[in-house]
């Protein structure tokens, strides 16, 4: 019921700031939950943020806590990862994904997905 576009991602410096950004289609934007997870070369996908449909909730793997903000523009049906400080270690694949509801954070509550944006931190 929902369709999901990332953008934004790139080839960025340690230390430098991106921001992702995942538009849906359709209508009733509000009342689906947004997650962001990412897949590292060689290693699992994990969880990333996620927020709640209103924009009053978000949650954040420990990793990325103070580093990585999620927000969202309901009225553009628009939600955006901001990545601070980035590090050679979040050079990944990230991927957008939505669930009507409340939020979560594994990969099965997430029915609808991005095609994923490549994140690249080198030197």
């Known amino acids: 019921q929902v369709q999901l576009v990332e953008s934004g991602g790139g080839l960025v410096q340690p230390g430098d700031s991106l921001r992702l950004s995942c538009a849906a289609s359709?209508?009733?934007?509000?009342?689906?939950?947004l997650g962001w997870f990412r897949q590292a070369p060689g290693k699992e996908r994990e969880f990333v943020g996620s927020i709640s449909g209103s924009g009053g909730m978000t949650r954040y793997a420990d990793s990325m806590k103070g580093r990585f903000t999620i927000s969202r523009d309901n009225a553009k049906n628009t939600v955006y990862l901001q990545m601070n400080s980035l590090k050679t270690e979040d050079t990944a694949v990230y991927y957008c994904?939505?669930?009507?509801?409340?939020?979560?954070?594994?990969?099965?509550?997430?029915?609808?997905w991005g095609q994923g944006a490549q994140v690249t931190v080198s030197s």
């Open positions: 359709g209508r009733a934007f509000s009342g689906y939950a």
């Open positions: 994904a939505a669930r009507f509801g409340t939020i979560g954070t594994t990969e099965y509550q997430y029915p609808y």
